[in-house]
């Protein structure tokens, strides 16, 4: 009898483990599900403010200047630059730690599995690109062909939770892992085509310091205060070098240990003892408070579950809250402001923002369909379960929301121009019909009846 309830035990042990483990992945669903609600909020918000009596006191208080620094050093920037350089390098850094999860051990660890999300995302990207470029070409707007190449994850995650469990785990799976490509994307092209003059200096010191983060990796030092540090000088390199601190981000992500001090069996192994020992130092009328034996056995076990997660799963898991819950609405509210004035209204139909609305409307679906087409028939992948052509152009519409990551290329290729508000409207306008036209068209093609489980 003793037997059957320790192996009882055991087996509850176990699957605790098991849903430890797949805990994380449906939280991250849920949570980039209500980020996207809440960036509407911000960007209707900020909208509404640009366009209201109080509009000069919205664009004036982005414009707010804040001194950080010591005496022979001090960083002096707008608030809307703090937020672009600074804000969105933790952004960017975020995005690191999910681009070399998913490397290492995602959906895009496996060459045959990562194939399709590769190939349509490097669609995705070079189709919008090129009807920019269709639209814009010859003119000073032709800068901002990489605006219509972004996803906004949160808002095309968001619209696609909408239809609730007829969305199978494959089809989210694959929109995720094909925004996270295309953000890889993004940041090559920020890197190397949207970097101001370059200072080889500042480039080389931050080559240096980005030399000791990954040799503290190779040390195996596991503790984020040294990264952290080493981080904050990486970035004020970047800013000096000309290159954007959006790649600083990404870089320092790369050098984040991702090896655990114990593997899963010496993990089951020690949680499974401290249970038991947990257990068995029960008496009645005792209280956790007052029982020696399991405070220490809870902490031992707090102890392990500390040194089976990496540095690299626990500051991402970490970043999650703040990355969707703040970062991302703040840069909302400071960005997504465009006053709607004549001069706007009557350049609608500029070829800049009809470039920016066709690259993210058309382009976008277009490049995602048909090298998603080419990966299958040549042979290199296949449909995720649960999955068909219908479901992949509703996920190629839903791509075209473009919101954060377009707002931000757009922000670099015309700061200071008239151009910028152009194609700010393009970009809202094109996110805005995508996800209708993306939402509507998987209403009418997903199975009625589909509850995964999983």
């Known amino acids: 009898m003793a037997n059957q309830k320790g192996q009882s035990t055991i087996d509850e042990i176990q699957e605790d483990i098991i849903n430890i483990v797949k805990y994380p992945f449906q939280k991250f669903f849920r949570m980039e599900s209500s980020s996207g609600i809440l960036l509407l909020l911000c960007a209707v918000f900020a909208l509404i403010m640009a366009n209201s009596q109080w509009s000069s006191g919205y664009f004036a208080f982005w414009e707010t200047h804040i001194k950080i620094g010591v005496e022979g050093f001090v960083l002096d920037k707008s608030l809307l630059h703090w937020i672009n350089d600074g804000?969105?390098?933790?952004?960017?850094?975020?995005?690191?730690?999910?681009?070399?999860?998913?490397?290492?051990?995602?959906?895009?660890?496996?060459?045959?599995?990562?194939?399709?999300?590769?190939g349509a995302a490097i669609g995705g990207m070079l189709a919008p690109a090129l009807v920019f470029i269709f639209f814009t070409s010859g003119s000073p707007g032709q800068d901002g062909w990489g605006i219509p190449m972004a996803t906004d994850i949160a808002f095309a995650l968001g619209i696609l939770s909408l239809h609730g469990n007829r969305v199978s785990l494959p089809l989210k799976i694959f929109l995720t892992a094909l925004a996270i490509v295309d953000d890889l994307g993004a940041v090559l092209v920020i890197a190397i085509f949207y970097s101001s003059e370059i200072n080889l200096i500042a480039l080389g010191a931050g080559g240096s310091i980005l030399a000791a983060l990954f040799l503290l990796n190779a040390l195996k030092i596991r503790h984020p205060f040294y990264y952290a540090i080493l981080g904050i000088f990486l970035w004020v390199a970047f800013l000096k070098s000309g290159m954007h601190t959006t790649v600083a981000g990404v870089l320092l992500a790369l050098t984040i240990p991702a090896h655990t001090k114990i593997n899963r069996d010496d993990y089951i192994r020690k949680v499974k003892y401290f249970f038991k020992k947990f257990i068995h130092s029960c008496?009645?009328?005792?209280?956790?408070?007052?029982?020696?034996?399991?405070?220490?056995?809870?902490?031992?076990?707090?102890?392990?579950?500390?040194?089976v997660e990496s540095p690299m799963q626990r500051l991402e898991h970490d970043l999650q809250p703040w990355v969707i819950y703040f970062i991302m609405p703040?840069?909302?509210?400071?960005?997504?402001?465009?006053?709607?004035?004549?001069?706007?209204?009557?350049?609608?139909?500029?070829?800049?923002?009809?470039?920016?609305?066709?690259?993210?409307?058309?382009?976008?679906p277009l490049g995602i369909l048909l090298f998603s087409f080419l990966?299958?028939?040549?042979g290199f992948a296949d449909l995720p379960r649960k999955t068909n052509w219908n479901h992949i152009i509703g996920l190629g519409f839903l791509a075209g929301i473009g919101f954060t990551m377009s707002l931000f290329i757009n922000s670099l290729a015309f700061e200071g121009t008239s151009m910028l508000a152009m194609s700010k409207f393009g970009i809202l306008a094109a996110s805005l019909l995508a996800g209708i036209i993306g939402y509507t068209w998987l209403h009418f093609t997903l199975p009625r009846n589909n509850a995964p489980k999983s």
């Open 375 to 378: 990966m299958v028939k040549l």
């Open 87 to 118: 804000l969105m390098a933790i952004f960017f850094f975020f995005v690191g730690l999910e681009i070399k999860r998913e490397i290492m051990v995602g959906e895009l660890s496996k060459i045959r599995i990562a194939s399709l999300p590769l």
């Open 283 to 307: 008496e009645k009328g005792s209280s956790l408070l007052t029982n020696q034996e399991q405070q220490e056995a809870v902490q031992s076990i707090e102890h392990a579950c500390h040194e």
């Open 330 to 364: 703040v840069f909302a509210l400071a960005n997504a402001g465009t006053s709607f004035d004549t001069e706007i209204m009557s350049n609608a139909d500029s070829n800049l923002t009809l470039g920016v609305m066709a690259g993210l409307v058309l382009g976008k």
